[in-house]
């Protein structure tokens, strides 16, 4: 059974950072891409990072230049540096893994981690 842990959220004052983690267990397939999501209160989920298995990497604009994305193949693990945070960055955070399983996508989702950000 797949499982997603993500770790590292809590609360920091603006201009603060903090790093996300998520490591998958269960993984008997291929990962493809690994992403990190966020959803604030009245809000759509939305995406904020994203990774491929060859390390390719797609942000929001509106975290462009702040985070970065990695992820550790050996380890089934994600993690997303926040810095320079802002109060509009508050959101719970949830990371996803896009499984390869003989040919067809499947998604699968953390249970998220808080961020919230203070000015």
């Known amino acids: 059974q797949v499982q997603l842990v993500e770790s590292g959220g809590g609360l920091v004052q603006a201009g603060g950072s903090l790093r996300l983690s998520c490591a998958a267990s269960g993984i008997i397939f291929s990962i493809n891409a690994m992403g990190w999501y966020r959803q604030a209160p009245g809000k759509q989920r939305e995406l904020v990072a994203a990774?491929?298995?060859?390390?390719?990497?797609n942000y929001a604009d509106s975290v462009k230049g702040r985070f970065t994305i990695s992820r550790n193949n050996a380890k089934n693990t994600v993690y997303l540096q926040m810095n320079s945070l802002k109060p509009e960055d508050t959101a719970v955070y949830y990371c996803?893994?896009?499984?390869?399983?003989?040919?067809?996508?499947?998604?699968?989702w953390g249970q998220g981690t808080q961020v919230t950000v203070s000015s």
């Open positions: 996803k893994i896009i499984l390869d399983i003989l040919g067809e996508e499947y998604d699968y």
């Open positions: 990774i491929t298995s060859g390390g390719s990497t």
